[in-house]
């Protein structure tokens, strides 16, 4: 028997190695932002989870505003046929019953009218198979397989049939990006030397798709075959928190012609203009340098109609981020989402359209975002998002929200409130402590015992609201002349601020549970809320006092609270430009009908309020230490706002400056506030994973 040395036995090992045919695929498994070969990448590539698992992003950007270019700037198509019943609310005086949504989340099993409402994602940069933004792209790698014979040939397909619809793999080339079919057949030379690709998706995680995908590498050589896979999933679509600085400031104006009977709109949009300027000059002097954005629709509800999102994952110098504008789920708001469409998007912004047709509590100022913090060795490294639901109806926002998965949403009740918004009573600050940011909160027994103390020190027949009239106010509105004194004899008022207080303290525990936020965390804010509108002339109640009988359950007109009066044709008539009224309140902005109204089971019908003076905790947080709140034109008292007073000691506590700026007609008086009228896109350098 003859034996072989240890060199050509060695010589025959590697022989016979390389005889072996193997396939082998990565991509950056370990998120550190590059693939390695046979490296870090290898352990735990086949599965994806929360800690591991490469990311690849929906690149859904509009690059050289080629999609932007096939949508009209306004197209009459948008306005859908109104609901029956629409073209006035039945009211002989012409004025809207402006009581809170219906049962299903504001009457949407009533009026749903989302034939013909148009596909605006449709087209982005992944709609069709040519690579037009590939720093959106996520590296993947094949090892090379120098031993091949000359008619090996590869393939690398996309498993899952949802998922392969929904991915698009493509193979560098020098400089140049071939969109790669499952039918597409790799050369030997090409698998010799290893394929460099790159990955990204047509669209974000929604409902139908989670956003899982696995790539399969396979190589054919002299009648082997060989595979490989790796698992790779769409990054989630992110919501800003406060702790992300604010960069750019939003508001919306129409510059364009308003309808035929556009008289009495005419001041409306002077009013707005005003707006807007006084809420630009305030946030450069606050330092946000980016340039401040006007969206041209009369929706004035800018925060409303969308939310500034980003999806981010791992890059070689950082994480590499594509800014993701989400429109509400509300098909009324076309108008407003087509602009957004057609001027937002660009290369490194993009947009998503949902397909659900909700009403107020869909809208997006009903959606917050809790800093990043950790309970219970869960960690939120993105935070997490809040919406309010009306009479256990969550908005079809949420579906969105859950199928992104990082931010998991936590549901509050805006029940007791007529517009139903998170935004009205609790808000988010970044502040210098463990947690890293504290809660502010509205108080409506604050707000109540400023004014009791008022009147206690002999200040009762001051005037409760001091705005004055301010030239370009429009000729129809006014501002109430109640007193201190007219004020705390309205019906109910005590039992009413208690009623609102039991539904913030029941939010508060929520928050509390999912949180951990504790009291010392929490910094009250004094408000006051009434479910009528303010009567702009003095108040002669005389009636019941605060200890009445009279059911805060299910109130009942308060005498010296009526609907401000309005010019003829004013009322009623609700005609519509694009998808809404021209500068309709933010209700009716949303698509709830006239008249809607929640109840419980048993029919009652449930008491819903509003801000009475303007909510300063419903502002915008510019930055850590700056804050724009609206004039809450409390009291004056020895030359000071006892309530803006309050406020600004409220804020004091979290070293904020409060700026103030005036929203009374402009938003207040139809249902919003500062933060209703404005949005903010923030920074998005923070990682998730």
């Keep these: 028997m003859r034996y072989l040395g240890s060199a050509a036995a060695l010589t025959l090992g590697l022989l016979g190695a390389s005889q072996a045919l193997e396939a082998k695929i990565f991509a950056d498994s370990n998120r550190d932002g590059k693939v390695d070969i046979g490296g870090n990448d290898v352990a735990g590539k086949n599965t994806w989870t929360e800690k591991s698992g490469a990311l690849f992003l929906a690149n859904i950007g509009d690059s050289n505003r080629r999609c932007a270019s096939q949508i009209a700037a306004e197209d009459p198509s948008d306005a859908p046929p109104l609901p029956p019943g629409a073209e006035g609310d039945g009211d002989e ?21 989302s034939e013909g409402y148009p596909n605006f994602n449709s087209c982005n940069d992944a709609s069709d198979n040519i690579q037009r933004n590939p720093k959106y792209l996520a590296p993947v790698l094949t090892a090379p397989i120098p031993t091949l014979g000359n008619s090996a040939t590869g393939s690398v397909v996309v498993i899952n049939q949802t998922a392969a619809s929904k991915v698009r793999v493509f193979l560098k080339e020098g400089s140049n990006w071939t969109y790669i079919a499952s039918n597409y057949t790799f050369k030997a030379d090409q698998l010799r030397k290893g394929l460099s690709l790159g990955v990204d998706a047509r669209e974000v995680r929604t409902v139908e798709w989670d956003g899982r995908a696995t790539l399969q590498f396979s190589v054919k050589d002299q009648g082997k075959e060989a595979k490989d896979s790796v698992a790779m999933r769409v990054a989630p679509v992110l919501t800003h928190h406060h702790a992300q600085l604010t960069e750019q400031v939003v508001s919306s104006w129409y510059s364009g012609i308003l309808p ?29 340098k980016g ?34 504008m989400v429109a509400s789920a509300q098909h009324d708001r076309r108008q407003a989402h087509r602009w957004i469409f057609r001027n937002m998007r660009s290369d490194s912004m993009g947009a998503v359209q949902q397909p659900w047709h909700g009403f107020t509590t869909d809208s997006t100022g009903n959606l917050e975002t809790v800093p990043p913090y950790t309970l219970n060795g869960k960690s939120y490294p993105a935070g997490r ?11 079809h926002m949420v579906k969105f929200l859950n199928a992104q998965e990082v931010q998991a949403p936590i549901e509050m009740d805006t029940t007791w ?18 947690r890293g940011w504290v809660m502010m909160v509205d108080d409506a027994l604050a707000g109540l015992a400023i004014l009791q103390q008022a009147q206690k020190q002999g200040h009762g027949k001051v005037r409760a609201v001091s705005r004055p009239v301010v030239p370009g106010d429009a000729p129809a509105t006014c501002v109430p002349t109640s007193t201190i004194d007219d004020l705390l004899k309205m019906v109910n008022i005590t039992d009413i601020q208690k009623y609102c207080d039991e539904s913030i303290k029941t939010n508060i525990a929520i928050l509390k549970r999912e949180t951990g936020v504790t009291d ?9 809320f009434h479910p009528e509108p303010w009567a702009c002339g003095p108040s002669n109640n005389t009636g019941p006092s605060t200890t009445s009988s009279a059911s805060p359950q299910k109130p009942q007109k308060t005498p010296g609270y009526a609907p401000s009066p309005r010019k ?69 008292i020895g030359g000071k706002d006892v309530l803006a007073a309050a406020v600004t000691a409220a804020y004091a506590k979290a070293n904020y400056t409060v700026h103030y700026m005036d929203d009374w007609h402009t938003h207040h008086t139809n249902g919003g506030e500062v933060h209703c009228g404005s949005n903010t896109i923030r920074k998005t350098t923070a990682q998730w994973w």
């Design 385 to 395: 998002t809040i919406m309010g639901s009306q009479n256990k109806e969550k908005p």
């Design 291 to 324: 340039q401040f954005v006007l969206v041209n629709t009369t929706d004035t509800w800018a925060q409303d109609f969308f939310e500034p999102g980003y999806t981010t994952m791992p890059g070689p110098t950082g994480p590499i981020v594509l800014r993701i």
């Design 417 to 434: 409130l007529k517009v139903g918004h998170v935004d009205e009573f609790v808000q988010f600050l970044p502040a210098k402590n463990k």
């Design 568 to 636: 003829p044709g004013q009322g009623g008539s609700r005609k519509h430009y694009g998808n809404l009224k021209p500068y309709a309140n933010i209700r009716e902005a949303a698509g709830v009908k006239p008249g809607s109204i929640i109840r419980r089971q048993d029919g009652s019908a449930v008491m819903q309020v509003s801000a009475m003076y303007p909510g300063c905790i419903n502002g915008v947080v510019l930055s850590d230490k700056e804050y724009v709140a609206p004039n809450p034109w409390g009291p004056v």
């Design 260 to 288: 035929p009977d556009s008289s009495v709109q005419k001041p409306e949009s002077d009013m707005q203009k005003r707006f807007v300027d006084d809420l630009e000059k305030i946030s450069k002097k606050a330092g946000v």
């Design 93 to 113: 005086d012409g004025e809207d019953d402006d009581e809170c949504g219906g049962g299903d989340n504001g009457g949407q099993e009533n009026y749903n009218p």
């Design 520 to 528: 010392a965390e929490i910094i009250r804010v004094p408000a006051l």
